[in-house]
């Protein structure tokens, strides 16, 4: 691995800084699962927390080394914002957070009930957030996909992974690329020979392009369904993480993560939200190599909606 910012030593770290609640999720092959896919799949379960997504590690991690008073800014489709929240404030910060004007309502309240101030804006979250750091020096921007902090935090998801001895091969969504890299950060450390494969969306294919380009490429179009791995733009610093780190990239659509989520539904008893999904619908359509593959079921926001009417 040449040219990566991220430090096994700070996973470790984390590892004992983040708020339990967010540590140790449930990993377990199921075998009405493995019935469905037809092979051994392990899968962690990250929505079983006041979050009900993995990014609690990530954003705990990076408000830990901040200090009281400090005002966290973000602009995210939502799952982040939460995780925002959360963690300014356990650690008496605050956190300022801005959204699309399309974000999910179930994830505009959650951020909302987690203390969050949240501004809807129409152009891009990011940008506003940025400029609104920008305005005051107790406001710290913090961008997912980009600071290290934050994808050393969903490291600690890659080290709770290398308990299970023979895992040949992870199946991960990739929106910013945070969760990817962490956690192919500590199992490539400690298995070399491990097999790391990033899943898009065919309609918000910014970070596949990205990857193989090896620099940031912006797309004019974004999946509002599949919200969590649907961004524009690549954080540089992402791309050229992901380009040591990854080793394939697959896509799934709409359809797909719909029928992921039924499956995972029906099987863990857990219904994902679509890009929480995506690690299910690409082992369901794709050919993946690996004789015991792990995959991780990343947030469960969804609104009981998208699976239409006979589900509920």
């Not at 890009?275 to 009981?304: E, R």
């Amino acid at each position: 691995m040449t040219d990566i910012d991220l430090q096994l030593d700070h996973v470790a770290e984390a590892a004992k800084v983040i708020d339990p609640v967010f540590l140790n999720s449930p990993q377990y092959s199921d075998e009405q699962l493995n019935e469905r896919l037809g092979r051994r799949v392990l899968v962690k379960i990250e929505t079983l927390n006041p979050l009900r997504s993995f990014k609690g590690r990530g954003a705990e991690y990076f408000a830990a080394g901040l200090e009281p008073g400090t005002t966290l800014v973000c602009g995210t489709s939502g799952n982040f914002g939460q995780a925002i929240a959360f963690a300014a404030r356990k650690r008496g910060l605050r956190a300022e957070v801005f959204v699309p004007a399309d974000v999910s309502p179930v994830k505009l309240r959650r951020m909302k009930a987690l203390g969050a101030r949240v501004r809807r804006v129409d152009g891009e979250a990011k940008d506003a957030a940025a400029a609104f750091a920008a305005e005051a020096p107790d406001r710290v921007f913090v961008v997912d996909g980009r600071d290290p902090a934050i994808s050393e935090g969903a490291g600690t998801i890659g080290l709770e992974l290398a308990a299970e001895s023979g895992i040949d091969t992870v199946v991960l969504p990739v929106g910013d690329g945070a969760l990817i890299a962490g956690v192919a950060l500590w199992l490539k450390a400690k298995y070399p020979a491990i097999r790391i494969v990033g899943v898009g969306a065919k309609s918000a294919q910014a970070m596949v392009t990205s990857w193989r380009a090896g620099e940031p490429v912006t797309v004019e179009r974004a999946n509002s369904f599949a919200a969590g791995i649907s961004i524009r733009t690549p954080q540089p610093d992402s791309v050229r993480r992901l380009r040591s780190l990854v080793d394939d990239f697959v896509l799934v659509d709409d359809d797909d993560l719909r029928a992921a989520m039924r499956l995972g539904a029906e099987t863990l008893g857990v219904v994902p939200e679509p890009a929480g999904a995506a690690g299910l619908a690409a082992l369901t359509v794709h050919d993946l190599p690996g004789d015991l593959v792990a995959t991780v079921v990343t947030g469960a926001n969804a609104d009981p909606a998208v699976l239409g009417p006979r589900e509920w």
